[in-house]
């Protein structure tokens, strides 16, 4: 369970991820990250400045004069950013977990105030509401992207206990059929060096 906001480090992840593919500048990294997350969620402009100084401080990213631009702060990624780059793929990697329990979190809340009788919430008669014809346009939203970037959806019918034991045995036995795959390389190996 998360207990605030995004998985810690996934702006700067991100910011060096766009930085790799060519210089920018910061108004136009938050336009992208904006536009990634399909227009719903854009992180401060006092989010992506101090990274920016901070990459640039410690030579991870270093400003790039254009001569049709001069008074625009691009920044480019130098090799120590790529370095980084990497640690932070690993990092993110393993904040998936993370991803999954804000996108559901956010969502309990809103169906929470749409359902609980403990939130009076006013209908402030606008284009959205807490209702279930909302709540029935984001599950399609989620579900049309999920075939858009993956295939056709399926349903998993497990409930959350037996999706995480179901995951984490899968994982157990990755790791020990990866394991044993290994070993048997080792052996074979082993046997030609005799």
């Given at each position: ?25 910061g ?80 969502y ?9 009788d403990r939130f ?15 709540s ?15 295939g056709?959806?399926?349903?998993i ?38």
């Open positions: 369970m998360r207990k605030s906001g995004p998985p810690k480090g996934l702006i700067s992840y991100l910011v060096l991820e766009l930085l790799d593919e060519r210089p920018r500048y108004y136009e990294l938050l336009g992208e990250i904006t536009s990634i997350s399909g227009g719903h969620w854009e992180p401060s402009y006092g989010s992506v400045y101090p990274i920016l100084y901070k990459f640039e401080e410690e030579g991870v990213a270093e400003r790039v004069e254009r001569d049709d631009e001069p008074d625009r702060k691009y920044f480019a990624l130098t090799d120590a950013g790529r370095e980084e780059l990497a640690e932070k793929r690993r990092e993110i990697g393993g904040e998936a977990s993370d991803f999954g329990d804000v996108v559901l979190g956010f309990h809340l809103y169906a929470a105030l749409a359902t609980d009076e919430v006013d209908d402030a008669d606008a284009d959205w509401g807490f209702s279930e014809r909302y029935a346009w984001i599950v399609e939203q989620m579900i049309r992207h999920h075939e858009r970037d993956f056709e959806f399926e349903r019918d497990a409930s959350p206990e037996e999706f995480y034991a179901e995951a984490d045995g899968s994982d157990a036995a990755d790791a020990e059929e990866s394991e044993g795959a290994s070993g048997a390389e080792e052996s074979s190996s082993g046997a030609a060096d005799d």
